[in-house]
């Protein structure tokens, strides 16, 4: 029996493909640094452990296929603290942010259409896209440029008669670029000229570093009709097993159509909702400390990296990744090989493999995805690891 056409094409996960060389290092007794996924070590803060521990639940039942109406109300209030309007009927709770990309996609996409994406990009809307039968038709972002978004004519050269979206991450995932208002708007444009919908990822809106914020697609009403917001507490909050996530869209069209997914999937995480509400409570200085901290980290990433000979780098903006470019001719098997075989002092480093965060056949195999998720004292370690390995690895074919 053969499986599935789709099932075939589904790409792996560059952030967990090489996980079992992860394990088997650990079995062997060798500290294994993970800078491959984006899992922060902050910890979740303690009003959401206290709401599950107070919330007096003798049942752990399904939750409505829309979201707990107490979480709903938490979320509108969180998006107008940020100047976002959003009414009851253009919100719909999912299984993190994952589902809410995934549930966008659906909505707006047959098999056989297209979405525009600028690579690299987050790797699992490849993944989506494969579930969906949907073809993703990328622009590439260059390391030079400091990953901005491709001129205005070359991505309008990527939209053909199938295209049906523009897919943006913004703060990028993984590249940690903060889009400026020039950029966003190119893409509003670009969708109102095209008849596309925009479906922007913004669950890294709290990490910028950059003078310029996040501008969020729900602030253009002129394409209040055709885009679609995603977002999650996992990043914010520390929280990345709660799986609580939603899809905004002041078309409502959109949202009762996402509903319908929703209502086959029946509900998102009770105990994540009731989380979550608690969360959605903290003041603001508690992300101006998250910040701080995430600073410091990517200062140190950016600091041993750029110690390192052959290395390209541009300090990010915001998100907490750094894509690198290292003098290698292919990422992955250096990632597999510091596993495999290199230590230092009885430690180690995983990296995600670039490649894995484009659709263009070939591109990024000299690049890796860092997500400065650990405190500052081991991703200098990890880091080092990373430079004696390339310096050992180059020897290996002398």
Not at 63 to 76: D, K, M, Q, T, V
Not at 156 to 161: E, F, H, L, Q, R
Not at 269 to 276: C, N
């Amino acid at each position: 029996m053969e499986l599935s056409e789709r099932s075939r094409e589904a790409p792996e996960s560059p952030i967990r493909k090489l996980t079992p060389y992860a394990d088997a290092a650990k079995a062997r007794g060798v500290r294994v640094f993970h800078l491959n996924i984006g899992q922060p070590d902050i910890p979740t803060p303690q009003v959401m452990w206290d709401a599950i521990a107070t919330a007096g639940i003798e049942v752990l039942s399904y939750s409505p296929s829309g979201g707990i109406a107490e979480f709903r109300e938490a979320l509108i209030g969180y998006y107008g603290r940020y100047g976002l309007e959003v009414a009851p009927e253009e919100l719909l709770v999912t299984t993190a942010g994952s589902e809410a990309i995934l549930f966008a996609m659906a909505v707006v996409c047959d098999p056989g259409d297209e979405v525009v994406i600028a690579e690299p990009f987050y790797a699992n809307y490849n993944g989506y896209a494969a579930m969906l039968g949907v073809r993703v038709s990328p622009v590439t972002a260059r390391p030079e440029d400091g990953y901005a978004l491709p001129p205005r004519d070359q991505i309008a050269a990527a939209i053909g008669p199938r295209t049906r979206a523009i897919v943006l991450c913004n703060p990028s995932n993984p590249t940690g670029r903060v889009y400026t208002r020039d950029e966003v708007e190119t893409l509003v444009t670009l969708a109102r000229e095209h008849d596309l919908m925009l479906i922007a990822d913004e669950v890294y809106r709290e990490f910028c570093y950059a003078d310029e914020k996040p501008i969020s697609i729900l602030s253009f009403p002129e394409i209040a009709d055709r885009a679609v917001m995603v977002d999650s507490l996992s990043k914010r909050f520390s929280a990345c097993g709660a799986r609580i996530g939603c899809l905004v869209s002041r078309n409502r069209e959109v949202v009762a159509a996402a509903l319908k997914f929703a209502q086959a999937r029946l509900s998102p995480p009770t105990l994540g909702q009731v989380m979550g509400t608690a969360a959605l409570a903290l003041p603001p200085s508690y992300f101006d400390e998250i910040l701080v901290e995430y600073r410091l980290r990517r200062d140190a990433v950016v600091d041993e990296l750029r110690k390192i000979p052959g290395v390209v780098c541009q300090t990010p903006q915001g998100a907490f990744y750094v894509m690198a470019k290292l003098p290698v001719p292919d990422a992955e098997d250096f990632v597999r090989w510091l596993l495999e075989e290199f230590q230092v002092n009885g430690e180690t480093t995983m990296l995600a493999p670039g490649n894995g965060f484009y659709a263009t056949p070939g591109a990024g195999a000299s690049e890796v995805r860092i997500a400065y998720v650990l405190k500052e004292e081991h991703l200098r370690r990890a880091m080092r690891v990373v430079a004696e390995g390339l310096e050992a690895y180059a020897k290996r074919s002398l």
